[in-house]
């Protein structure tokens, strides 16, 4: 005999109710942060495609934002994807053997290309030599954890430094970033 209460009903109607409220939420936000990529993107395509007389210093400098743009498209919508392989408990690990420290001075390199320009200092820290930083982990989760909170951190910091990397406490690896941007607000 199956039996409901009216508690239970109306517990799983608010639960409902949120769970819609926070998919029409995400869905608004993927559809802002995929929309801002993809108009700089078509914007720098129909500067090309109408100036023929463009110099080829300009040329170069639009490749570069729609590479930079499309890269920042992709990263989304692996992130994206990425969520749903979490939720539906199909994300893979695919552990190798790595070089750490590779991983963050390519993560450096990346970041230090855009904002070559601005009044931010990035800094890397490594906590062992590079002949010592061989391990076995899933290089591409890592990086992709990494870039994303690094990203975040350019995003808010107009000046000052952003710092990333890893040391070893007790025994352990522990990964950060750290910005001297504007901060969360702690009433959220």
């Known amino acids: 005999m199956l039996r409901i209460s009216n508690s239970d009903l109306v517990d799983s109607k608010i639960k409902a109710k949120e769970s819609n409220r926070l998919k029409s939420t995400f869905v608004a936000n993927m559809s802002h942060e995929t929309r801002t990529p993809l108009n700089g993107i078509l914007g720098f395509v129909n500067i090309l495609k109408r100036d023929e007389n463009l110099a080829d210093t300009e ?13 920042r498209l992709l990263r989304i919508i692996t992130d994206v994807l990425d969520i749903s392989k979490i939720e539906s408990k199909q994300l893979s690990i695919d552990n190798e053997l790595c070089n750490l420290n590779q991983i963050i001075d390519g993560l450096h390199g990346q970041f230090a290309v855009q904002i070559d320009e601005s009044l931010i200092e990035l800094i890397s820290i490594k906590a062992f030599a590079n002949e010592n930083s061989n391990l076995i982990l899933d290089s591409t989760r ?11 951190a350019l995003k808010f910091t107009q000046n ?8 070893e406490e007790d025994s352990f690896l522990k990964f950060f970033v750290k910005d001297t941007g504007i901060g969360l607000d702690l009433d959220v």
């Open 59 to 71: 040329r170069k400098e639009y490749l570069g934002f729609i590479e930079s743009g499309a890269k």
């Open 142 to 152: 890592l990086a992709q954890i990494l870039s994303n909170l690094i990203e975040n």
């Open 160 to 167: 000052g430094r952003v710092e990333f990397g890893y040391t």
